[in-house]
């Protein structure tokens, strides 16, 4: 089981405009979904933090139906898609559970940045599958927020005809 991050960036290095907007993303539509259907399929526990959770619940019905979800939140929540549960108690306490109960599929870091960078201040984030699009925000929520440096590997890599950059890292 490995925690993974699989996220879209611009290039400039934001994940959302100031406003929290991904609409940004919706001039890119690769026919192969950027191995988005592949990646589902190993994924058997999502981890999510309440402003992203928020924010998909916005965009339709839920979308991951069928895998475990934990929302990062010290805010009750009403309506809980199934098997979704809000998880109070800390990120470390939720690494630690999902390592004791997740041992076949992978663990999606679905974001937003505050989630991701709590994870990867645990040294917990074994994979980073980034998407670099080719579009300059200028301004807007970064990927990574604090957290200290992180040196990474370069482990894959691949430039898809519309010019978005897939870019794989694993810790050094």
């Known amino acids: 089981m490995e925690f993974r991050v699989y996220i879209a960036a611009s290039l400039d290095g934001f ?33 999510i933090g309440r402003k992203t959770f928020d924010q998909v619940l916005g965009f339709g019905p839920w979308p991951y139906s069928g895998i475990d979800t934990y929302v990062l939140t010290s805010r009750p929540i009403e309506d809980l ?49 980034i998407y670099v699009m080719p579009v300059l925000l200028g301004d807007g929520i970064p990927l990574f927020m604090d957290g200290g440096m992180s040196s990474l590997r370069l482990v894959d890599s691949r430039v898809y ?12």
């Open 81 to 129: 898609p199934p098997q979704t549960v809000a998880w109070p108690d800390g990120v470390a306490a939720l690494a630690e559970h999902l390592r004791s109960t997740t041992p076949q599929g992978d663990v999606w870091l679905l974001g937003g940045p505050k989630c991701i960078d709590a994870v990867r201040e645990l040294g917990a984030i074994d994979l980073y599958e």
């Open 161 to 172: 005809a519309d010019g978005v950059v897939k870019l794989v890292y694993r810790p050094a």
């Open 15 to 47: 994940v959302a405009s100031a406003d929290g907007s991904v609409d940004w993303l919706d001039a890119f539509h690769d026919p192969e979904g950027y191995g988005y259907d592949q990646f589902l399929q190993q994924i058997d526990a999502i981890v």
